[in-house]
């Protein structure tokens, strides 16, 4: 059975930082291409970053820009989010998921293109 879990969320001030971890158990992060979204309450779920299969390649949503980044560890089976420079804004549930890919150089933005998603790990943001 696949699971993706995610860990590292918390309770910080703005300004402050976390790094977020997603696990991979059933399957091995080596074949897939990730992303981390994340849901706001009242909002829908918004695309935070992506890196494709061979990590060279990231992506980044606006709002994070310039303040979170993407890494892989695949002999670890982790992919991370650090988070820098946090900010109210910030506080959602965050999500890890995985897409297998047969492309080492493509990360993907939209929620339909992945197979695996994780239960979510809660940030807030306190100003």
């Known amino acids: 059975q696949v699971q993706l879990v995610e860990s590292g969320g918390g309770l910080v001030l703005a300004g402050g930082s976390l790094r977020l971890s997603c696990a991979a158990s059933?399957?091995?992060?080596?074949?897939?291409?990730v992303g981390w979204f994340r849901q706001a309450p009242g909002k829908e779920r918004e695309f935070v970053a992506a890196i494709s299969k061979s990590g060279f390649n990231t992506y980044y949503g606006d709002s994070v820009k310039g303040r979170f980044t993407i890494s892989r560890d695949d002999p670890k089976n982790m992919v991370y989010l650090q988070m820098n420079t946090l900010k109210p804004e910030d506080t959602a549930v965050y999500y890890c998921?995985?897409?297998?890919?047969?492309?080492?150089?493509?990360?993907?933005?939209?929620?339909?293109?992945?197979?695996?998603w994780g239960q979510g790990t809660q940030v807030t943001v306190s100003s």
């Open positions: 998921a995985a897409k297998t890919t047969t492309s080492r150089g493509a990360w993907y933005l939209e929620e339909y293109q992945y197979n695996y």
């Open positions: 059933g399957r091995t992060f080596s074949t897939d291409a």
